[in-house]
């Protein structure tokens, strides 16, 4: 059973701080890496896709892939109110993407 | 911006009744899938399609049923609908020619049966 872990927290951090989400995946062969935003009662947003080991920066965010640790996270520098939502970690070795349950983030002014 | 859209965006049904959700997308990919998520839950893969004529069940058991005869169009079928169908359905499309590419999301199917 391929496996994508979160911590479901919430997450809470001050505005203005730097946000970390973590994610371990199971399946050793897992080739693409992608974080999604989600609103509450919305659908699930790209935000950052990562295919290899090392750091991706895309203005405030930066996603961190590890394979040899099967870790991936995502910074989020400078986090302001509207980055509270549930974060939702990907993983794809195959065709079919497997979604982590999501860490919820809360940013307060 | 994705070209990936879901009709209706709201439904209320009764019991017993049929109804068909629709998923359409206007970017050429091979790939679909359908997600059933409760609010505050995780995501569940409850069908996919590799191509036109492709369908597969996903991780989820689904009452449901799907077809795939255009590349652009993926509906989601229930045949005869329960309470316990209630939920969020989204659709999602990705390229096919490189694997793991990333999904992109329609807006979203809110089901609710009463």
């Known amino acids: 059973q391929k496996e994508v872990e979160q911590n479901s927290g919430p997450l809470s951090v001050p505005e203005g701080a730097i946000a970390s989400l973590n994610c371990t995946y199971s399946?050793?062969?897992?080739?693409?890496f992608f974080w999604y935003r989600q609103y509450s009662g919305k659908s699930p947003e790209l935000i950052m896709s990562?295919?290899?080991?090392g750091d991706k920066e895309d203005g405030r965010f930066t996603a961190q892939l590890n394979k040899a640790s099967q870790y991936v996270s995502l910074l989020i520098r400078d986090s302001q109110p509207s980055d509270s939502a549930t974060y939702l970690c990907?993983?794809?070795?195959?065709?079919?993407?497997?979604f982590g349950r999501g860490t919820s983030l809360i940013v307060h002014p | 911006e994705a070209d990936i859209y879901q009709t209706p965006r709201y439904l209320v049904i009764g019991t017993g009744k049929k109804i068909t959700l629709e998923c359409s997308q206007t970017?050429?990919?091979?790939?679909m899938y359908w997600y059933q998520q409760d609010p505050g839950m995780e995501l569940h893969l409850i069908h996919y399609?590799?191509?036109?004529?492709?369908?597969e069940k996903g991780d989820l058991s689904s009452e449901s049923t799907v077809s795939r005869i255009r590349t652009e169009h993926f509906p989601l079928t229930l045949e005869s609908a329960r309470p316990s169908h209630t939920s969020q359905y989204l659709c999602?499309?990705?390229?096919?020619?490189?694997?793991?590419?990333?999904?992109?999301f329609g807006q979203g199917t809110r089901l609710t049966v009463v």
């Open positions: 990562i295919y290899s080991n």
């Open positions: 399609s590799y191509g036109v004529n492709s369908t």
């Open positions: 970017m050429g990919h091979d790939k």
């Open positions: 999602a499309s990705s390229e096919s020619f490189t694997a793991g590419t990333e999904a992109f």
């Open positions: 399946d050793r062969v897992s080739q693409s």
């Open positions: 990907a993983v794809s070795g195959s065709y079919i993407p497997t």
